[in-house]
Nanobody
Framework: VQLVESGGGLVQAGGSLRLSCVAS????????MGWYRQVPGKQRELVAG????????NYADSVKGRFTMSRDNTKNTMYLQMNSLKPEDTAVYYC??????????????????WGQGTQVTVSS
Protein backbone atom coordinates (compact mmCIF):
# COMPACT_ATOMS: atom_id res chain seq x y z
CA VAL A 1 0.00 0.00 0.00
CA GLN A 2 1.25 3.45 -0.90
CA LEU A 3 -0.03 6.78 0.35
CA VAL A 4 0.92 9.82 -1.70
CA GLU A 5 0.31 13.33 -0.41
CA SER A 6 0.06 16.52 -2.41
CA GLY A 7 -0.98 20.13 -1.92
CA GLY A 8 1.64 21.44 0.45
CA GLY A 9 3.51 24.65 -0.14
CA LEU A 10 4.20 28.18 1.02
CA VAL A 11 1.33 30.46 1.97
CA GLN A 12 0.94 33.70 3.84
CA ALA A 13 -0.74 33.82 7.22
CA GLY A 14 -4.50 33.88 6.81
CA GLY A 15 -4.33 31.91 3.60
CA SER A 16 -5.58 28.45 2.71
CA LEU A 17 -4.22 25.16 1.43
CA ARG A 18 -5.84 21.86 0.61
CA LEU A 19 -3.89 18.66 1.16
CA SER A 20 -4.78 15.41 -0.58
CA CYS A 21 -3.64 11.87 0.08
CA VAL A 22 -4.33 9.01 -2.31
CA ALA A 23 -3.97 5.38 -1.28
CA SER A 24 -3.15 2.69 -3.80
CA UNK A 25 -2.25 -0.98 -3.81
CA UNK A 26 -3.97 -4.20 -2.87
CA UNK A 27 -6.63 -2.47 -0.79
CA UNK A 28 -9.63 -4.36 0.46
CA UNK A 29 -10.89 -1.56 2.69
CA UNK A 30 -9.64 1.58 4.39
CA UNK A 31 -10.68 2.07 7.96
CA UNK A 32 -9.77 5.16 9.98
CA MET A 33 -7.69 7.85 8.33
CA GLY A 34 -5.80 10.75 9.81
CA TRP A 35 -3.57 13.72 9.21
CA TYR A 36 -0.54 14.29 11.42
CA ARG A 37 2.13 16.95 11.48
CA GLN A 38 5.65 17.21 12.80
CA VAL A 39 8.15 19.99 13.33
CA PRO A 40 11.85 19.37 13.94
CA GLY A 41 12.60 18.35 17.49
CA LYS A 42 8.99 17.57 18.36
CA GLN A 43 6.84 14.48 18.27
CA ARG A 44 4.41 13.89 15.46
CA GLU A 45 0.96 15.06 16.51
CA LEU A 46 -2.53 14.20 15.34
CA VAL A 47 -4.19 17.06 13.50
CA ALA A 48 -7.43 15.42 12.37
CA GLY A 49 -8.99 12.01 12.11
CA UNK A 50 -11.98 10.56 10.31
CA UNK A 51 -13.95 7.36 10.64
CA UNK A 52 -14.24 4.73 7.93
CA UNK A 53 -17.55 6.03 6.66
CA UNK A 54 -16.62 9.67 7.03
CA UNK A 55 -19.42 10.39 9.47
CA UNK A 56 -17.21 11.13 12.44
CA UNK A 57 -14.25 13.48 12.63
CA ASN A 58 -12.04 14.77 15.40
CA TYR A 59 -9.56 17.63 15.48
CA ALA A 60 -6.72 18.92 17.58
CA ASP A 61 -7.82 21.91 19.62
CA SER A 62 -5.29 24.08 17.81
CA VAL A 63 -7.00 23.60 14.43
CA LYS A 64 -10.68 23.34 15.36
CA GLY A 65 -12.79 25.71 13.32
CA ARG A 66 -10.02 26.24 10.77
CA PHE A 67 -9.28 22.78 9.34
CA THR A 68 -11.74 20.34 7.81
CA MET A 69 -10.98 16.73 7.03
CA SER A 70 -12.95 14.69 4.53
CA ARG A 71 -12.59 11.51 2.50
CA ASP A 72 -13.83 10.04 -0.76
CA ASN A 73 -13.97 6.28 -0.42
CA THR A 74 -14.63 5.84 -4.14
CA LYS A 75 -11.20 7.33 -4.80
CA ASN A 76 -9.34 6.02 -1.71
CA THR A 77 -8.53 9.65 -1.00
CA MET A 78 -8.52 11.86 2.05
CA TYR A 79 -8.38 15.64 2.18
CA LEU A 80 -7.44 18.33 4.66
CA GLN A 81 -8.80 21.79 3.95
CA MET A 82 -6.75 24.29 5.93
CA ASN A 83 -8.08 27.82 6.29
CA SER A 84 -6.92 30.83 8.29
CA LEU A 85 -3.44 29.38 8.42
CA LYS A 86 -1.04 30.58 11.07
CA PRO A 87 2.78 30.50 11.21
CA GLU A 88 2.51 27.88 13.97
CA ASP A 89 0.84 25.54 11.46
CA THR A 90 4.19 25.26 9.68
CA ALA A 91 5.21 21.60 9.68
CA VAL A 92 5.57 18.50 7.57
CA TYR A 93 2.12 16.97 7.23
CA TYR A 94 1.68 13.21 6.98
CA CYS A 95 -1.37 11.18 6.12
CA UNK A 96 -2.08 7.87 7.79
CA UNK A 97 -4.55 5.13 6.99
CA UNK A 98 -5.48 1.85 8.59
CA UNK A 99 -5.88 -0.49 5.66
CA UNK A 100 -7.07 -4.05 5.24
CA UNK A 101 -5.21 -5.58 2.32
CA UNK A 102 -5.56 -8.65 0.19
CA UNK A 103 -8.48 -10.54 -1.23
CA UNK A 104 -9.94 -13.92 -0.40
CA UNK A 105 -7.39 -16.23 1.22
CA UNK A 106 -4.75 -13.48 0.92
CA UNK A 107 -6.66 -11.13 3.22
CA UNK A 108 -4.44 -9.71 5.97
CA UNK A 109 -5.18 -8.00 9.29
CA UNK A 110 -5.45 -4.20 9.16
CA UNK A 111 -2.15 -2.37 9.09
CA UNK A 112 -1.12 1.25 9.53
CA UNK A 113 0.42 3.01 6.55
CA TRP A 114 2.02 6.45 6.20
CA GLY A 115 2.58 8.90 3.40
CA GLN A 116 5.96 10.44 2.71
CA GLY A 117 5.01 13.85 4.07
CA THR A 118 4.41 17.23 2.49
CA GLN A 119 5.82 20.52 3.73
CA VAL A 120 3.47 23.31 4.72
CA THR A 121 5.07 26.66 5.43
CA VAL A 122 3.06 29.65 6.63
CA SER A 123 4.82 32.99 6.54
CA SER A 124 3.92 35.84 8.86
Amino acid sequence: VQLVESGGGLVQAGGSLRLSCVASGSIFSINAMGWYRQVPGKQRELVAGISSGGGSTNYADSVKGRFTMSRDNTKNTMYLQMNSLKPEDTAVYYCNAVVTTGWGLDRRPPGSFWGQGTQVTVSS
